[in-house]
């Protein structure tokens, strides 16, 4: 490995080690593989598909936006969820893909 490619590692370790820890969460990566798949989502959708109530899942949504993994918007009284970061994206496809796709 290059010295400037291991610097840009070290740079971005901390920013990746974030997420990794909200993945670590078996409903945070439940949470972030419904917003991947659905774009956004509101709290009361979300929570019917993740199986959380409204309080729990507006926990998580709240660690992992004070961690900039999800952003929200405002519409009228409804607040959209979805993946902050377009590399989380990323990872949730390649994740979906390696462990949820049935193999052929």
């Known amino acids: 490995m290059l010295d400037s490619d291991f610097r840009a590692l ?10 990794l820890r909200a993945l670590g969460n078996d409903k945070r990566l439940l949470i972030l593989c419904k917003l991947a798949g659905a774009g956004e989502m509101n709290v009361t959708t979300l929570a019917g598909e993740v199986g959380l109530s409204q309080s729990a899942l507006s926990q998580h949504l709240a660690r992992m936006r004070t961690e900039n993994i999800v952003a929200t918007r405002r519409d009228s009284q409804t607040i959209w ?18 462990f949820c796709l049935e193999e052929k």
Do not use: F, Q
């Open 10 to 19: 070290e740079e971005k370790a901390g920013e990746v080690a974030t997420l």
């Open 81 to 98: 969820y979805r993946i902050a970061d377009e590399r989380t994206e990323r990872l949730m496809t390649i994740l979906y893909e390696v």
